[in-house]
């Protein structure tokens, strides 16, 4: 077994004596990998994380922002990320801000407007974000803004679909028509516009889920697992389908996207996947995510008792989305 406190000394003194700045990031992304494995080590990575937030290179420093989510206690994250927010370098301000906006939390609304004043695009991004989680429309500008740029568009059209402020829908539409646009990219403005009450969404997400033997749809689980998230008409047919094909290479997205539907006559169909003999682990667990997200007791009282069974990172997966949805 992997001593991880050698590993930790290990990082530290490369960060002493190394100058070459890809691997004194390397160092700075082994201490962050470290807290994130594992919450009972935060007191004992304290140090490394004021060593991370006063090193002179602005990467370690934004990397330090990051572990802080995983060392801090959750009380005292807001007010470190507020202190980063007026930090010089805009590297170390993005990353508190896209650490704020994935706190979800209303009483960071304060904080996160005041990151939607940078002067850097990509900040005001991150703070827009994480407005549309609070459902608050302060960043839907930026938001609108960001469905131009390409290394952002994706996440933006995820921040309105969560925002579902219809003021949106025109400029997801003129995405959506958008010539030579990537395929994700339109298979998430679909997604935007069904929960937006565009029945043009819907109907483009059925029919990406459809299977073709002559081609293969890299976004065709995407378009799966939203028929069932914006509840499309014939999402519960379509997903049925899939699921109970095994030759499917999509039955983890129609589980999830079962889940997501909330129809209890999916729940046989989840319980179906989750006991299949041989199986692959992967499909149990996506069957397993569905019959929680699906809410109904019986399913939810299978998954608790097939917890045990699963190994030790699926565990830690399902168990993580537990806890997110009580």
């Known amino acids: 077994m992997t001593d991880w ?6 990082a530290l003194l490369a960060l002493e004596r190394e100058k070459h700045p890809g691997l004194r990031m390397e160092a700075a992304e082994l201490l962050f990998h470290l807290a994130a494995e594992d919450a009972s080590r935060a007191s004992e990575l304290t140090a490394a994380l004021q060593r991370l937030l006063a090193d002179k290179q602005v990467a ?7 572990m802080a989510t995983a060392v801090l206690p959750s009380e005292e994250l807001p007010g470190f990320l507020a202190t980063q927010l007026a930090d010089e370098e805009s590297l170390v301000r993005l990353e508190a801000a896209g650490r704020l906006a994935d706190l979800a939390q209303p009483d960071c609304r304060g904080l996160l407007a005041r990151a939607l004043e940078d002067p850097v695009f990509e900040v005001r991004f991150e703070a827009a974000r994480g407005m549309a989680s609070l459902k608050h429309p302060a960043g839907l500008e930026v938001l609108v803004e960001a469905l131009e740029e390409d290394l952002l568009r994706f996440r933006a059209l995820g921040a309105l679909a969560e925002l579902g402020d219809a003021r949106a829908l025109p400029a997801v539409q003129r995405l ?3 010539w030579m646009l990537p395929a994700f990219d339109r298979t998430q403005a ?19 889920t459809q299977r073709r033997r002559w ?3 890299q976004d065709r689980a995407l378009a799966v697992e939203l028929c069932g998230e914006v509840k499309a008409p014939g999402a519960l047919e379509r997903l049925h389908a899939i699921i109970t094909e095994p030759k499917d290479d999509c039955r983890g997205a129609a589980a999830r996207g079962l ?8 729940l046989p169909w989840l319980l179906a996947l989750l006991d299949e003999p041989g199986v692959h682990e992967d499909y149990r667990l996506d069957a397993a995510e569905g019959l929680w997200l ?7 009282d299978r998954v608790r008792a097939v917890l045990p069974s699963l190994s030790q990172e699926a565990r830690a ?3 993580e989305l537990i806890q997110e949805m009580p």
Request: glycine share 14%; hydrophobic share 40%.
């Open 5 to 10: 406190r050698a590993e930790r000394d290990r």
């Open 60 to 66: 370690v420093r934004r990397m330090g922002v990051g």
């Open 176 to 178: 959506f028509h958008r």
């Open 190 to 208: 679909a997604g935007v516009l069904a929960k937006l009450g565009d029945a043009e969404g819907s109907a483009w997400l059925l029919k990406r």
């Open 215 to 217: 081609s293969w749809a």
């Open 259 to 266: 889940g997501r539907l909330a129809d209890p006559k999916a």
């Open 294 to 300: 699906l809410g109904v007791p019986e399913g939810r």
């Open 317 to 319: 997966e399902l168990s």
